[in-house]
């Protein structure tokens, strides 16, 4: 039970002298909830600022590749007619395109009328063909109009088609709409089913189902070594019985869906023909005509004597045998359709090629004609009218992502700046003043933006520093972009520019025995010294070093491949900064030969790995600074808690001892009343 004193006998106020006591007992308990709250605030600070440099990096690495730093715009001279957009993958340039057709789909209207939706339309089978897939729906006497566009549309296995009512002077029809655009996905009204062969084995790579991708060695029936004349050979007859022979040389590289390419050019793409898929890891032979077939199809393998190849290939039986009819009154009968748009693919002539022909594309969206640019059709030009494409380099974005690089820098300046300033005439020190990891970092990140650029050397190099290209750091501290400097730069040596900023894994050699070969994101930008040992002209060993120093470290030796070492510490960050770094060395004879290896790495690169020594999960500055911090508030926050139970032990015996004063007064007070005192 809590003691109450009023001091009634004493004449004190006990509770007020207490509170004071229990004031000066407070002052080491006020001045750790001080020290914590100075620890919270530090560590929200150095939140803020890890969010900063998180920030940073990111403007950073926007910039520290030169392939991804290219950009182009493309102006097209008819929108109208032809859009277009550029990777970094484009080259400047003016192209001319005429378009004599747009890629569509199909579209056929039955042209039997009806005077409902729900009017009935009899019992039987309509059998349509899309993308070498048929389909059967089956109908009741009880189906509608409006029943048939529902089973095509809710069929899972609709390989593309989608169906609809068209109204048209109070009747309607209805409307078969290919999905797909291009010639090879026309949609056919088929009076019997198609004839269709299924290999018998499913074709498997580690198990799996194979895919057009997967190359004819990696199928789980291959297997010993390819030699050079190995062949698949391709037999059977068509749809009307003529003899198919052909043959299929594999290589390295042969894929299934060449395969299947294969077997499709030796039946042929005419009525008699047919076309060979995949589906569900089986290959499928489809004839291009309905109705009874008399195709067959036969896979086999001749090995290369030279060579150890094995293939087993399957056989095929019959899927459909064709004979099914279509029995739905009417639907059945091709003449009974109208095809209002045909599919068809796009055709263009790109720079007047081909002359007599045109470029087909099954799309009106198109990759393939121009480097890097992406081609939208739009409309078809005139007889004598061209559009003219004009690709430039897109310098508005690389300057964008530099301001953006500008602003983040400015921000980590400023709110060091705030957090770390000492005010004389408040006394006032900001939260982060002396310490010394906010220090390194506003050291670090300035670095990079007033020194030269790794790897760069004025010998050979237009430019070596930031500063050439417009990137200043000011007398308070901040970044500036001057851009007409950069503009200027980049009409100049555009490449240069680019190099300067974003270079990576680019390197060279000053020997002609040594070469550079390549670099990891792990190799850092500098010069390094590299020796390596041949006896008998065969590459014994080789070390390398950073230029200036004086430890040699180990290079692997593999034939006559020089790598740098990888050797990581405990936090698995490579050692040595030409981690990474490979070269070729040939040499006739025995002797130690050594060579000066440069690698380029842009500013921004440079910054990457700056901060990122700072902001890594495990291991960054910035993050033990954070979990150091964090540490020391649970710590502080443990010593409150004890403090405080102290405390609440330290009032409860002082309220004891006022209150045994209180008790004996009152006894003294009872005995001088008993005495008449």
């Known amino acids: 039970m809590a003691i109450s004193l009023g001091g009634l006998n004493s004449g004190l106020d006990t509770n007020t002298l207490i509170q004071q006591l229990m004031q000066i007992e407070q002052r080491k308990l006020l001045k750790l909830q001080a020290r914590q709250q100075e620890r919270n605030d530090k560590l929200d600070a150095l939140k803020e600022l890890h969010n900063l440099l998180s920030d940073f990096k990111k403007s950073a690495k926007a910039i520290s590749n030169t392939t991804e730093l290219k950009s182009f715009k493309v102006k097209s001279s008819d929108e109208d007619i032809i859009s277009a957009t550029a990777s970094d993958s484009a080259f400047e340039g003016t192209h001319s395109i005429k378009v004599n057709q747009l890629a569509a789909s199909e579209r056929k209207v039955y042209n039997t009328e009806y005077s409902y939706p729900d009017e009935k339309i009899g019992a039987g089978k309509f059998i349509y063909s899309y993308n070498n897939q048929q389909r059967i729906i089956t109908t009741t006497d009880t189906t509608t109009l409006q029943n048939l566009v529902d089973s095509i549309n809710n069929d899972n296995e609709n390989p593309g088609v989608s169906a609809s009512l068209l109204k048209y002077n109070d009747k309607y029809h209805l409307v078969l709409t290919g999905t797909d655009t291009g010639a090879d996905f026309d949609i056919s009204i088929n009076p019997f089913s198609t004839f269709e062969l299924s290999s018998l084995e499913k074709l498997k790579t580690s198990g799996a189902e194979a895919g057009l991708a997967t190359k004819i060695k990696d199928l789980d029936s291959f297997s010993g070594t390819l030699g050079t004349t190995d062949k698949i050979t391709i037999t059977g007859t068509k749809h009307d019985g003529t003899p198919v022979s052909a043959e299929l040389t594999i290589t390295d590289t042969t894929t299934v869906e060449r395969l299947l390419s294969a077997i499709t050019d030796a039946f042929g793409s005419d009525a008699n023909g047919a076309t060979a898929i995949l589906e569900n890891g089986r290959i499928k032979l489809v004839d291009n005509t309905s109705g009874a077939s008399l195709s067959t199809l036969n896979l086999g393998f001749t090995a290369d004597p030279a060579g150890s190849a094995v293939l087993t290939l399957p056989g095929f039986e019959i899927t459909d045998d064709g004979t099914t009819a279509a029995t739905l009154a009417g639907f059945s009968n091709t003449a009974n359709w109208t095809t209002t748009q045909s599919a068809q693919d796009s055709q263009i002539r790109v720079d007047g090629y081909p002359a007599a022909g045109w470029l087909e594309n ?36 690389l ?39 906010v220090s390194a970092i506003r050291t670090k990140i300035n670095s990079p933006l007033i020194s030269t650029t790794s790897g760069f050397s004025k010998d050979t190099d237009t430019y070596i520093m930031p500063a050439q290209i417009g990137l200043t750091v000011d007398s308070t501290g901040k970044l500036e972009l001057d851009t007409a400097i950069l503009d200027n730069a980049l009409s100049s ?35 390094y010294e590299v020796e390596a040992t041949f006896t008998d002209s065969v590459l014994t060993a080789a070390r390398t070093r950073t230029l200036g120093t004086t430890t040699w470290h180990t290079a692997t030796v593999t034939g006559g491949v020089i790598l740098a070492s990888s050797q990581t510490d405990d936090s698995g960050k490579t050692i040595y900064p030409e981690a990474g770094l490979g070269l070729t060395a040939q040499y006739t004879g025995t002797a130690t030969i050594t060579a000066q290896v440069r690698v380029k790495e842009g500013f921004a690169g440079m910054l990457e790995n700056v901060l990122d020594d700072f902001l890594r999960t495990k291991y960054g500055s910035l993050t033990i600074e954070q979990e150091n911090t964090s540490d020391s508030i649970e710590n502080i926050g443990d010593q409150i808690t004890k403090e405080e139970a102290r405390l609440t032990r330290a009032e409860e015996r002082l309220k004891q001892k006022f209150a045994r004063l209180e008790k004996t007064l009152a006894l003294l007070q009872s005995q001088r009343s008993a005495l008449g005192m």
Do not use: C, H, M, W
């Open 399 to 437: 300057k964008e992502k530099l301001q953006e690089f500008v602003e983040d820098y400015n921000k980590i300046i400023d709110f060091i700046k705030t957090n770390t300033k000492y005010d004389p005439a408040t006394g006032t020190a900001g939260i982060l003043i002396s310490n010394f990891t």
């Open 493 to 527: 040596n555009y490449s240069d520019v680019l190099q300067l900023i974003g270079a990576s894994e680019i390197g060279s050699s000053d020997s002609k025995d040594i070469k550079f070969y390549s670099a990891s994101d792990k190799t850092k930008g500098g010069t």
């Open 362 to 397: 099954s799309g009106n969206t198109i990759e393939n004609v121009i480097d890097g640019v992406t081609i939208d059709l739009n409309s078809v030009t005139s007889i004598d009218e061209t559009v003219t494409l004009t690709i430039t380099r897109d310098t508005e974005t």
